[in-house]
């Protein structure tokens, strides 16, 4: 029975309607003074509490998908790939996806591959950093016309928060469904969307970092995930058709990687998104105690001291309600050519996935406009 399961969430919610009859149906029977009786009628009402508390829990941590499995809740903190000193790892040749069609498609209405595309999941392993990620990936109907057969179609990664599910990119904000929609509408061109997990060590927050002595995550997304999927899609041969996006901790994801590797990506959107290298009890100390490596991380450090590089931004947030909008601003202000940035702002919203929703319609459309096959 898995952690998200509809099944283990209904056993929790019964056990704490049952745990408030028997309250309610003892509570008489220890009644009276006395320390064996205080006692009694404490472990009531924590016994009580505590089960109304867990099936709460468990019902939030399903709908916002905060971990996704009991591995993810009771992983080490310090799991992933390690890598070891002195130990050169031979790079495999790089193997084909398994791809299975996704059982969310018929929830999306996506049923018909040439008239809907498809929306197929997989698991990205990394021949470098020997890193797995759980991803979606969403072909637009385009892809499956036979005058198409030999085309090439950009790609476009959108990278999770922390802790992240790319189910919560694809169920619950229905981001394939928006695609095609804004596809029909000829409001974007049709683009291979890759929905994936930007935690791959959890539950570490490894912020896309290749950490000293650790997860080689920035390697993994920078030249593994790209590599796998020129391999088993269809997709752009060239950094010209290549973007990321994500929101949260996904869009700095997004625009760190867009930035520090422009030979790769060429346009990063950012919904939410924040811009300096951060260090609190979900990453641990990313850099081995390194300032130097922190500030090659930290996104406004970079444009304050390293040459802006050839690429397009897009920041979308909100001016009220978001506390790292200030942050946003500076980053917005400090672009300079040969990179360029644009913004997308609502003038309130939350750190939240209603705001995020909001925010990707443009976000899509914008990046659209920003990649091409050559």
Same mark, same amino acid.
């Given at each position: 029975?898995?952690?998200?399961?509809?099944?283990?969430?209904?056993l929790?919610?019964?056990?704490?309607?049952?745990?408030?009859?028997?309250?309610?149906?003892? =509570? +008489? /029977?220890? *009644?009276?003074?006395g &320390? #064996?009786?205080?006692?009694?009628?404490?472990?009531?009402? !924590?016994?009580? $509490?505590?089960?109304?508390?867990?099936?709460?829990?468990?019902?939030?941590?399903a709908?916002?998908?905060?971990?996704?499995?009991?591995?993810?809740?009771?992983?080490?903190?310090?799991?992933?790939a390690?890598?070891?000193?002195?130990?050169?790892?031979?790079?495999?040749?790089?193997?084909?996806?398994?791809?299975?069609?996704?059982?969310?498609?018929?929830?999306?209405?996506?049923?018909?591959?040439?008239?809907?595309?498809?929306?197929?999941?997989?698991?990205?392993?990394?021949?470098?950093?020997?890193?797995?990620?759980?991803?979606?990936?969403?072909?637009?109907?385009?892809?499956?016309?036979?005058?198409?057969?030999?085309?090439?179609?950009?790609?476009?990664?959108?990278?999770?928060?922390?802790?992240?599910?790319?189910?919560?990119?694809?169920g619950?904000?229905? =981001? +394939? /469904?928006? *695609?095609?929609?804004? &596809? #029909?509408?000829?409001?974007?061109?049709?683009?291979?969307? !890759?929905?994936? $997990?930007?935690?791959?060590?959890?539950?570490?927050?490894?912020?896309?970092?290749?950490?000293?002595?650790?997860?080689?995550?920035?390697?993994?997304?920078?030249?593994?995930?790209?590599?796998?999927?020129?391999?088993?899609?269809?997709?752009?041969?060239?950094?010209?058709?290549?973007?990321?996006?994500?929101?949260?901790?996904?869009?700095?994801?997004?625009?760190?990687?867009?930035?520090?590797?422009?030979?790769?990506?060429?346009?990063a959107?950012?919904?939410?998104?924040?811009?300096?290298?951060?260090?609190?009890?979900?990453?641990g100390?990313?850099?081995?105690?390194?300032k130097?490596?922190?500030?090659?991380?930290?996104?406004?450090?970079?444009?304050?001291?390293?040459?802006?590089?050839?690429?397009?931004?897009?920041?979308?947030?909100?001016?009220?309600?978001?506390?790292?909008?200030?942050?946003?601003?500076?980053?917005?202000?400090?672009?300079?050519?040969?990179?360029?940035?644009?913004?997308?702002?609502?003038?309130?919203?939350?750190?939240?996935?209603?705001?995020?929703?909001?925010?990707?319609?443009?976000?899509?459309?914008?990046?659209?406009?920003?990649?091409?096959?050559?």
């Amino acid at each position: 029975m898995q952690l998200t399961d509809t099944s283990f969430i209904g056993l929790l919610a019964a056990l704490a309607v049952a745990a408030v009859v028997a309250t309610v149906w003892l =509570m +008489p /029977k220890v *009644a009276g003074g006395g &320390l #064996r009786h205080y006692a009694a009628r404490l472990g009531l009402l !924590v016994a009580c $509490q505590l089960m109304i508390v867990l099936a709460l829990a468990a019902g939030v941590n399903a709908y916002f998908l905060f971990y996704a499995s009991w591995g993810d809740l009771l992983a080490d903190a310090d799991g992933g790939a390690q890598v070891r000193k002195g130990e050169t790892r031979k790079i495999p040749r790089t193997v084909l996806l398994k791809r299975d069609a996704s059982e969310l498609s018929a929830d999306l209405g996506i049923t018909d591959r040439k008239r809907d595309g498809l929306l197929e999941q997989t698991v990205i392993e990394g021949p470098r950093t020997g890193l797995r990620a759980d991803a979606f990936v969403y072909l637009p109907p385009d892809y499956f016309k036979p005058e198409a057969a030999q085309r090439r179609f950009p790609v476009v990664l959108v990278l999770t928060g922390y802790p992240g599910d790319p189910k919560l990119l694809v169920g619950r904000q229905e =981001m +394939p /469904k928006l *695609a095609l929609e804004e &596809l #029909r509408a000829g409001r974007v061109q049709p683009m291979i969307y !890759v929905f994936v $997990q930007s935690t791959v060590a959890p539950p570490r927050d490894t912020e896309c970092t290749d950490v000293p002595g650790g997860p080689q995550v920035e390697t993994f997304f920078a030249q593994d995930v790209p590599e796998v999927l020129r391999a088993s899609y269809r997709v752009a041969p060239t950094r010209d058709g290549w973007g990321l996006m994500g929101p949260s901790s996904g869009g700095y994801c997004a625009v760190k990687l867009a930035m520090r590797h422009s030979d790769e990506f060429a346009a990063a959107g950012s919904v939410s998104g924040y811009f300096t290298a951060i260090k609190d009890a979900t990453t641990g100390d990313l850099w081995d105690g390194s300032k130097a490596l922190r500030n090659e991380n930290d996104l406004i450090w970079r444009l304050e001291n390293r040459p802006p590089p050839p690429i397009s931004v897009l920041v979308a947030s909100a001016r009220k309600g978001e506390k790292k909008f200030p942050e946003a601003e500076k980053f917005v202000s400090l672009v300079k050519p040969p990179m360029q940035v644009d913004t997308a702002y609502l003038p309130e919203g939350g750190h939240n996935f209603k705001t995020f929703a909001r925010l990707w319609p443009q976000t899509l459309r914008w990046m659209s406009g920003k990649l091409q096959v050559k």
